[in-house]
């Protein structure tokens, strides 16, 4: 065999080897992913799903607003909050689903919101704290706060201490809690909260998910007995909005490898939509879920005291008042 033969036949193997692995890869995503079984109606029920106009948050809000649930889609931008909310309207014919302005990166837009939901709502019976950003860089808010952070952990715990109150009156209701399978690579400095020394951008993200399941954990604990529970989860490798961010080489190899290897945005919601509705969750709090399953957080996320110093120190950064909170 002549040296470029050989060559040939070598890309050759490498290029089926290669069609074998992704398929592979494929069949094992479709195989897994855990899939929301329950029939259970949500008629009467109010729900907030935050970042609902794109991806994961909209395919949870549509499955939540099939149940018959008043759903309200908490975002950013309103002109694509309105049209996911048609599409929604459209696909699931309820329209018992509304828009609201929300935008984590601002603690007054926070403020205002929950204002506007316990001078309005009667009741809220569940919220999903889904929103989140990715591959923002090294920005700092107006409240000082660093991006990133910002949008992923500092304006959800916000959010939900303005939020607790209202659903412990509605009780039983359900925290729900998107973090993601990354919060197992965070180097998490509690006196580098705020990245003022820059680690980068995947930190910030690895960091705020764990902050997440902290806060989620520490919920659990202090709504012990109050008929509220709280769980976080990771929804799977998914191609959704939050990598829009990226550079474009970046963006564009992940968006290709996401599509043709993982998960898709209603794959990507069924944890989510598991935690929200399911009977099999009903009392079961404090917990960290992937693909509708009970799964094995990191040992950071099961410190407790880290998760106490990061609850206060939380409370300090985004000006938590003592009418504000639930505790």
């Known amino acids: 065999m002549t040296g470029c033969a050989y060559v040939v036949r070598l890309i050759n193997c490498c290029y089926l080897y290669s069609i074998f692995l992704i398929a592979g890869l494929k069949i094992y995503t479709k195989l897994t992913t855990g899939i929301c079984r329950s029939k259970k109606r949500m008629d009467g029920k109010t729900v907030i799903v935050t970042g609902a106009n794109t991806g994961i948050g909209k395919e949870t809000a549509r499955d939540l607003a099939r149940r018959g649930a008043k759903v309200i889609l908490a975002c950013r931008n309103l002109e694509e909050g309105n049209k996911a909310r048609v599409d929604i309207v459209q696909s699931t014919g309820n329209t018992l689903v509304e828009v609201q302005h929300l935008d984590l ?21 569940v919220l999903v704290n889904n929103a989140g950003a990715g591959g923002i860089g090294n920005k700092v808010t107006a409240d000082n ?27 039983p209701s359900r925290i729900v809690m998107v973090s993601s399978g990354l919060h197992m690579s965070a180097r998490f400095d509690i006196d580098n909260l705020n990245f003022e020394k820059w680690f980068g951008s995947h930190q910030v993200y690895c960091c705020s998910k764990l902050a ?13 007995g109050t008929g509220v529970t709280v769980n976080s989860l990771h929804p799977g490798v998914v191609l959704t909005d939050i990598w829009r961010r990226l550079p474009g080489i970046q963006k564009a190899l992940i968006t290709f490898l996401l599509k043709l290897l993982f998960k898709d945005s209603v794959e990507g919601a069924q944890t989510a939509i ?14 960290y879920f992937v693909d509708c399953k009970v ?7 099961m ?18 008042k003592q009418e504000e909170s639930p505790f």
């Open 105 to 125: 990166s601002s603690l007054d837009s926070v403020r205002k919101f929950a204002s506007n939901i316990i001078n309005t709502e009667p009741r809220l019976d």
């Open 303 to 320: 410190d407790d005291d880290l998760a106490k110093k990061l609850w206060e120190k939380s409370e300090v950064m985004v000006g938590l």
């Open 274 to 287: 598991y935690l929200a509705v399911s009977e099999e969750v009903e009392g079961v709090s404090g917990r």
């Open 145 to 171: 706060l660093q991006l990133g952070m910002q949008v992923n952990h500092f304006g959800p715990f916000l959010l939900t201490c303005l939020l607790v109150e209202l659903l412990k009156k509605s009780a």
């Open 295 to 301: 799964a094995c957080m990191s040992k950071a996320a």
């Open 212 to 224: 997440n399941i902290l806060t989620a954990n520490v919920l659990a604990r202090k709504l012990k």
